[in-house]
């Protein structure tokens, strides 16, 4: 009798350590899998996991105005629908991460993107914007006095609420709609604006009218929003002429070193096929003044060693030969100057009306910014 | 000590409590050390193996269950 009420004592006491233990192991799990959670939602799981595909990103974002805001805030963004989506969408990423079959350059824009109003305004407000802002734009000259220029604008940013709204950013403000004919979205063939009746004013690319049709407008049309123009707002692929520009006006190179911007540019324009290469005629740099200024070598040899660094950190932001990827790579629609930008609707797309005038989207410079001395 | 091996007499039950504490101790590492950020591939092991062991436990659980 006594051999069966032990063994069922014994059973007991495993049950209850097996119950007890699985019971904690729950738990444990929960905190753990919020730990993953994080983990995998931290900025050094998606930029140094990924080493190669993601170091131009990675490189480039730690530069940039958005450098405390972490990965998945933009790309991922709130909700839990869009977590186990943007964890499903990475599946195939891992795969060509681990087959080795990603694209060089990888290809933008981002398709699976969240809008830009359930992220970037989040923290910014277009509706909280108001008036001009002055932006100077410091430039230099690659002769040997390294000659400035500011290039002073107003910019007519505007903003507001939607009945109110003005200037650039009346663009997020008023329901504007378009149909992109490339997967770029650089070649825009069609745009309509909403009135508050819910009437729509629509504007035609002249030349690709036999590509637009209503039931494509309907399938594949966008509402614009901000990353529509501010497409490369973190990843900023600079060039070397204005990422040397840029450490000429704040003093991290010293202007007074002659020549100093044309060996700047001239060592990391155009493109080295390797960092290390790069590297090397920065420090070729040195030779030129002991060869043509032994003077200033002798009086500013800390100057330049301090140049010589800057320029390296330089050729870090702008040498990515792996993924391919230069200061030209993708192109950035903000302004005119490396894109066509806003001029992919303004003075190209015209309005439609049976019987009137074609009348184009206007593409007045002072609709956007005017010179500081008007 | 006589109520352990009382417990754990068979190697079911021990290999549980090997998990069990395997779990325990990877939580509380990856709490207190910031390894796994430093070394992200190590992160990657780290983090993950919380719901693999939990699911080797849990197996090893019903087994031992049903043993029981």
């Known amino acids: 009798m006594t051999e069966p009420v032990v063994e069922n004592k014994k ?20 905190i753990g899998g ?13 930029g140094r996991l990924c080493h190669q595909v993601m170091y131009p990103e ?28 943007s964890k499903i969408s990475g599946i195939p990423q891992v795969w060509a991460v681990l087959t080795n079959s990603y694209e060089r350059p990888i290809t933008t824009p981002v398709k699976n993107l969240r809008p830009a109003r359930e992220t970037c305004e989040q923290c910014h ?20 006095a390294n000659t400035e220029r500011v290039d002073t604008r107003i910019m007519r940013v505007g903003g507001g609420e939607a009945e109110a709204a003005r200037d650039i950013h009346w663009h997020i403000a008023a329901s504007v709609w378009y149909l992109p004919l490339d997967a770029a979205r650089q070649d825009i063939g069609w745009v309509g604006v909403e009135d508050s009746s819910g009437g729509l004013a629509e504007y035609f690319s002249p030349d690709k009218s036999s590509e637009i049709t209503p039931e494509r407008i309907e399938k594949e049309r966008r509402l614009m929003d901000c990353v529509d123009c501010h497409n490369r707002a973190t990843h900023v692929y600079r060039s070397p002429e204005e990422l040397v520009d ?80 230069t200061w030209e790579t993708y192109i950035d629609n903000i302004g005119h100057q490396k894109g066509p930008g806003c001029f992919r609707c303004h003075g190209k797309l015209e309005a439609r009306q049976a019987g009137a005038e074609k009348e184009a989207i ?3 410079c002072s609709l956007c910014h005017y010179l500081a001395l008007q | 000590m006589k109520l ?4 754990f007499d068979d190697w079911l039950t021990r290999a549980a409590g090997i ?24 992160g990657v092991f780290n983090f993950g193996m919380v719901p693999v062991l939990f699911i080797v436990g849990g197996i090893i659980f019903f087994l031992a269950i049903l043993r029981s």
């Not at chain 1, 059973?11 to 929960?30: D, E, M, N, T, W």
């Not at chain 1, 940039?64 to 990965?71: E, G, K, L, M």
């Not at chain 1, 010589?308 to 050729?315: G, S, T, V």
Request: charged share 20%; proline share 5%; net charge negative.
């Open chain 1, 11 to 30: 059973h007991r006491r495993k049950l209850i350590f097996l119950l007890l233990s699985g019971a904690a192991g729950i738990i444990l799990l929960v």
């Open chain 1, 246 to 325: 840029t450490a000429l006006a704040q003093g991290k190179i010293d202007k007074t070193l002659p020549y100093i911007k044309w060996q700047g540019v001239t060592a990391l324009d155009p493109v080295n096929p390797s960092l290390e290469l790069a590297i090397s005629k920065i420090e070729a740099i040195r030779e030129f003044y002991r060869n043509n200024y032994p003077d200033v070598l002798a009086a500013q040899g800390a100057s330049i060693d301090r140049a010589i660094e800057e320029l390296k950190n330089i050729a870090r932001l702008t040498t990515f030969p792996e993924m391919k990827v």
């Open chain 1, 125 to 144: 407000r277009p509706e909280r914007f108001a008036g001009d802002l002055v932006i100077s734009h410091t430039t230099y000259a690659p002769d040997n």
């Open chain 1, 362 to 364: 206007d593409a007045d």
């Open chain 1, 34 to 46: 919020y730990q993953l959670m994080e983990f995998t939602d931290s900025t050094d799981f998606c």
């Open chain 1, 58 to 85: 990675y490189t480039v974002y730690q530069e940039s105005p958005h450098s405390r805001v972490n990965c998945v805030e933009c790309h991922v963004g709130y909700g839990g629908g869009y977590f186990v989506r």
């Open chain 2, 19 to 42: 998990v069990f504490v395997l779990i325990f101790a990877l939580v509380i590492f990856n709490i207190y050390s910031d390894l796994p950020e430093r070394y992200p591939f190590f």
């Open chain 2, 4 to 7: 352990f091996r009382e417990i």
